[in-house]
């Protein structure tokens, strides 16, 4: 519990506004002659701050996902996750089909979720994101731990051979 992925892909429906995807299996609800129906207000309302606080412009919460940049989708899927007191989040080339802009918001975002003492795991093969955001870097290669270093005591191009196989500085045990 606490811990989610945030895929390469994402995992968002494209056919569903913001809203409902941010909600997606938790929907809050308010009774209405003694049925649960959804309390639309409500969730609006909590989407609205956490996008705000976030720093995520999204022009409508009614808008379908598949309007919505590639940068806001994943501004979604990590709000969300923060929302419901996620403890880790793994990101899988969490910019990859993003542009600068894009990436640079989610770049500061990470930042943002890391400063509320929420681990942040990133999977990428850039380096300078990598180094933007990094405490640690682990390279793994063929399986195997290749390298475990403070981001400050390494350079892009260690890492570089780290994963290449050109030399296994700073290889050792994980911790």
């Given at each position: 519990a606490g811990i989610e992925t945030v895929y390469q892909d994402l995992s968002?429906?494209?056919?569903?506004?913001?809203?409902?995807?941010f909600f997606m299996g938790r929907e809050i609800t308010r009774r209405f002659l003694?049925?649960?129906?959804?309390?639309?207000?409500?969730m609006?309302?909590?989407?609205?701050?956490?996008?705000?606080?976030?720093?995520?412009?999204i022009p409508s919460l009614r808008t379908n996902v598949e309007h919505l940049s590639g940068g806001q989708r994943q501004a979604i899927e990590l709000n969300r996750f923060v929302h419901f007191g996620?403890?880790?989040?793994?990101?899988d080339e969490p910019f990859a089909a993003l542009g600068v802009e894009q990436t640079r918001r989610g770049l500061d975002m990470i930042r943002q979720v890391a400063r509320q003492g929420i681990g942040v795991v990133i999977i990428t093969?850039?380096?300078?994101?990598?180094?933007?955001?990094?405490?640690?870097?682990?390279?793994?290669?063929?399986?195997?731990?290749?390298g475990d270093v403070a981001r400050n005591k390494t350079s892009p191009d260690a890492v570089i051979d780290m994963i290449t196989g050109e030399t296994l500085a700073g290889a050792g045990p994980a911790g």
């Open positions: 968002l429906c494209t056919n569903v506004d913001v809203v409902a995807n003694g049925v649960p129906v959804l309390d639309e207000p409500a609006e309302q909590v989407v609205e701050k956490a996008l705000a606080s976030a720093g995520t412009r996620g403890k880790l989040v793994l990101l093969h850039i380096m300078p994101q990598a180094f933007q955001v990094a405490d640690r870097i682990v390279v793994i290669r063929q399986g195997v731990v290749a």
